[in-house]
């Protein structure tokens, strides 16, 4: 069973409320005021107990600045679970650092934790923000609206798979730096995100890949969403590696795998004026009638790829 | 080092806000009107794999509960993060169960999660409760305050060691399930900490055991607690445990161990005779000058015992 599937048939149920969005958004807002989010990183399976400590401190307050972005709320707070092998001192103090360090630059308040002992770390953070007038409030689009990401898309993945070694990737040492530091440093799009409430159909982040989140939007909207996979923006190094790789093989890397953390929205043409402008949003495709996700070149041929999601469940 | 001194020296700093009460308090208020708390239970340190899951769902929402009960605050929602095995479909069907008792019992509403894979389960959760005029915001007595408890004290520290056979202790079997089932499902005292706002000069759960909490307190008011011993509310159950075993090692694990979960609270004169009609509110001791816990006997005469707190880090 799919962590999705889990998700609609276990705990939506006991989620019917306003305030969780039916649990499709990136966040809940309680009291109408609170932006909440929550998220987690394991041991073994998130990061490894090698992994600077202080990075993934603000990897783990990242992730979840990034729901605040999606929401296009402001930074507030957030507590903090902590279970971690009683022997682990250095890595608490190392830890702790690293919150230091993004709460200033975030502008972020601790209030409050838990701290347990375990064999393997297990780290647990909700994120508070406020909301600013209006949220991104339904990952909703509408039929004939533009998509758009904030940035370069599949680095972290690319990123993931070399340190961690998953999928053998051909890469100069040179180059592996780059993705690693996308992959354990990814900046969340806070500014983009607020600039961009009242303005689009949807926002959220791509923090699950590309390709699943836009599955996601077009299953909430019962649309399709057509992407023109030559607009997807590829940084120059990604560009390098899928030269030296197989190209399907990378493909399903980079928009399959997650933690890129950019924001992926839609806007109706009514908008589009104000968002061409800028040129950090970057058009990808739009939505159709229809359903699922297609790829296509700039004809509008239809380019067969089989792109399988990643899950961390 | 103790988990309160790491809190002290690598998480107290951050948490340099109005909102944290220092992380002195047992929830946060943010944004002046939601309270704040968040709690987690490990497989192997608070529970084993065999527990049954609907009673561990039910758990974590209590002991999460008890602590919005410290705040006097009313039950909101949560936020839940689960890291478990990808084949304990079965287990997350069981939890969920839980979880959907004890929301509907609490009326508590699902805001949001994270689900992830981990070899073991992880479980934390993130509660929410609104303000009802005023909280309980400092953990602070003052001098010749008269100290309470609202139930019995020990059951489930006696509970977790019959369980999970921490400690040796002389016990029969119809006794045993009692006192595991104050362990497991533990009862959070909402309505008292509601009807004790603007009466008490703190108040606070005993999920660290009595003898903790009232050693926190003492530190943070400078004050000494004076506690009758022979007036701390003990169970029948319990008495007769205390009966059949060693009482100095009983009386550790009963002062000494946690999760008991009722409320702690200290009340100067001018508020007693409100609180003494009410007979759910245990007279204890008083605060004096000084510092630390001391037990003595009805003709306060010092009584010599030396209790070691239990903590699960």
């Given at each position: ?51 600077d ?14 729901d ?9 707070g ?29 502008k ?39 998509i ?68 996601c ?28 790789n197989?190209?399907?093989?990378m ?55 089989n ?7």
């Open positions: 069973m799919h962590e999705k599937e889990i998700i609609r048939k276990f705990f939506a149920p006991l989620a019917n409320n306003k305030e969780s969005y039916g649990l499709k958004n990136d966040a809940a807002l309680i009291n109408q005021n609170i932006v909440v989010s929550t998220d987690m990183m394991v041991e073994d399976y998130h990061f490894k107990k090698n992994d400590p202080e990075k993934l401190a603000q990897k783990l307050i990242r992730i979840n600045l990034s605040l972005a999606a929401m296009g709320s402001k930074p507030y957030y507590v903090l679970n902590i279970a971690i092998p009683h022997s682990e001192l250095a890595w608490i103090k190392r830890f702790s650092d690293g919150l230091k360090k993004d709460s200033k630059k975030f972020l308040k601790l209030f409050g934790g838990d701290l347990s002992k375990s064999k393997k770390i297990f780290l647990s953070l909700t994120i508070f923000g406020k909301k600013k007038g209006k949220v991104h409030s339904e990952n909703k689009a509408e039929v004939a609206s533009d758009f990401v904030t940035g370069n898309i599949g680095d972290a993945a690319i990123g993931y798979n070399l340190l961690y070694n998953h999928k053998k990737i051909n890469c100069s040492k040179s180059l592996k730096s780059y993705f690693t530091k996308k992959f354990l440093l990814p900046e969340p799009r806070i500014k983009f995100g607020q600039d961009l409430l009242g303005k689009v159909d949807f926002c959220t982040d791509v923090s699950d890949g590309l390709y699943e989140e836009l599955l939007v077009s299953e909430n909207s019962n649309l399709q969403a057509v992407i023109f996979l030559d607009s997807i923006p590829f940084s120059i190094e990604a560009k390098e590696i899928l030269k030296k197989n190209k399907t093989k493909l399903n890397i980079m928009l399959g795998g997650g933690e890129d953390y950019e924001l992926l929205f839609s806007s109706s043409k009514r908008f589009n004026n104000s968002l061409k402008i800028n040129k950090d949003y970057i058009k990808i495709g739009y939505f159709d009638k229809g359903n699922g996700v297609k790829f296509v070149d700039s004809n509008h041929e239809n380019i067969p790829i792109i399988k999601s990643f899950s961390h469940f």
